[in-house]
C-alpha cells in the first residue's frame, strides 16, 4: 500500500515538475530553418538550383 502511495506521489510531482519547466527550444522536433538533411526527408532534391 506504501509503495502505491509513494508511486502516486513521485508520479505527481513529475508531472507539476514538467508542467513548471519547459524544454528549450533547440529540443523541438520541427526545425525553424530548412536544410538539405530535411529537404531530403521530404523528397526534395537539394542538389536542384531552381
Known sequence: MT???????IFAIAVLAGR???ISS???RTPRTRNPWRDLDEGIDPSDES
Do not use: Q, T
Open 3 to 9: 509503495v502505491l502511495v509513494s508511486a502516486v506521489v
Open 20 to 22: 513548471k519547466f519547459r
Open 26 to 28: 533547440r529540443y523541438e
